[in-house]
């Protein structure tokens, strides 16, 4: 009876690991295949958005004012 409640536990942690290492070679089994074909993973294009955002002016400061400086 104890080595069939210990095989539940065995079993529960066995399938915890294949689900977790599916996870992780769903996310980043491209990048480990073409490490071992030594082929160079393309990198994705950066979308408009991203390059919208990283073109936009930076807004300047305004200048501090004695008073407010001095109470902090």
Sequence with gaps: M???LG???FLA???????LGA????????KIAAALKGIPLQT???SAAVRRQASRP?????PSRPQW????
Excluded: F, I, Y
């Excluded at 930076?58 to 305004?62: D, L, N, S, V």
């Design 44 to 46: 994705p294009r950066l």
């Design 23 to 30: 996870s992780v070679l769903e996310e980043s089994g491209a």
């Design 58 to 62: 930076r807004r300047q400061c305004a």
């Design 2 to 4: 104890t080595a069939a």
């Design 7 to 9: 095989t539940l536990p």
């Design 69 to 72: 400086r001095a109470a902090a």
């Design 13 to 19: 942690t066995l399938w915890l690991l294949v689900v």
